[in-house]
Each structure stands twice: as structure tokens, then as C-alpha cells.
């Protein structure tokens, strides 16, 4: 019986798991591929563009913000969600990326990060000939 391909199961497989270092909704983020390229956005309400960091090593992209402390002498909380300090949200980008092409923008408390996908990883056409291939003799 033939299997067929599940696109979100390879692209589960391809991307690895949305690691997340921050508990969910302090760093929401939206992963999707568009013509050519795969893209991050990650909501960043609040946060300076001087304590956005990102890297990418061993084939896992990391943004790490820093919101920092406010002087809160001599106040009352009645509640308190908004969240300070440093946090890291990491990703692994698996090979289906071009590393070398990374752009990012930050714009209205949203980071984008864009990423070419790699050449072997587009799609191609294969063209069938008429002939019968004969194995090659090594």
C-alpha cells in the first residue's frame, strides 16, 4: 500500500519541535513559508530594539529579549503580568535554510526573521526520458 506524504508531519520533521523557553503567550510567534523563503514573527510588545539578540547556532535560531526592571520602590501591586528580565525563545531551523541569509526587522513590537529556504530544499522538475536507464557498472 503507498504512503503518502503528510506536508505537516514533514514539515514538524523538517523544522524539529517549536522549542520554547519562555511559558506559552510571553512570546508568541507565527512559523510559516511563503514562495521562497521560511518566516518567524514574534510579538515583542514593549521591548527596546537595543535588548532584541538573535543567533543561530548548530541549526537552532535563538531570541533572547531583555525587559528590564522597573524602580517599583514604594509601590502596591494590585497585579502585576507584564514580564521583566532577560527570556530566550528558541527554534530549530533544521538544514531547510539558508544560515547564511538571514534578514530580521523589528517594527510595532513585531520581530520578523527571514530565512531563504536552501536550494535542495525548493521544489524542482525532473525530466523523464523515453530511454531505459542502464545501471552503471562501479
Do not use: C
Amino acid at each position: 500500500m503507498a504512503r503518502f506524504a503528510d506536508p505537516f508531519t514533514d514539515f514538524e520533521r523538517a523544522f524539529g519541535r517549536l522549542d520554547r523557553t519562555w511559558p506559552t503567550g510571553m512570546m508568541p510567534m507565527d512559523a510559516y513559508t511563503q514562495d521562497d523563503n521560511f518566516y518567524l514573527k514574534f510579538d515583542l510588545p514593549g521591548v527596546d530594539l537595543d535588548h532584541i539578540d538573535i543567533s543561530i547556532e548548530k541549526n537552532v535560531l535563538s531570541v533572547t529579549v531583555e525587559r528590564p526592571h522597573e524602580n517599583t520602590e514604594g509601590v502596591t501591586w494590585a497585579m502585576r503580568e507584564r514580564p521583566t528580565g532577560r527570556h530566550t525563545r528558541q527554534v530549530r531551523i533544521g538544514d531547510m535554510v539558508d544560515v547564511s541569509h538571514v534578514d530580521a526587522a523589528y517594527d510595532d513590537g513585531v520581530l520578523t526573521v527571514v530565512m531563504p529556504l536552501s536550494e535542495e530544499t525548493k521544489p524542482r522538475r525532473i525530466d523523464v526520458n523515453r530511454k531505459v536507464l542502464e545501471a552503471s557498472s562501479a
